[in-house]
């Protein structure tokens, strides 16, 4: 995924966001990202489905906060 820097940031704030200590993931994002754990594979995963909601959308979702 190196290729795509937009997916990579994505993909790191999504796992930022639900691994943030090592209570919930044993390593940071770039050891996950090298060894390819679980805990990366799903925050891929969720940044190609909301990459996926953003292009068939126009990218005009709008923000709900709440």
Known sequence: MQHDLRLRAMARAIYDACFPTEDTAPVGFDQAEHFGTIHYRRAVE??????SLC????????LALG
């Open 55 to 62: 292009v068939d959308a126009g990218a005009q979702l709008p």
């Open 46 to 51: 969720a940044a190609q489905a909301a990459r």
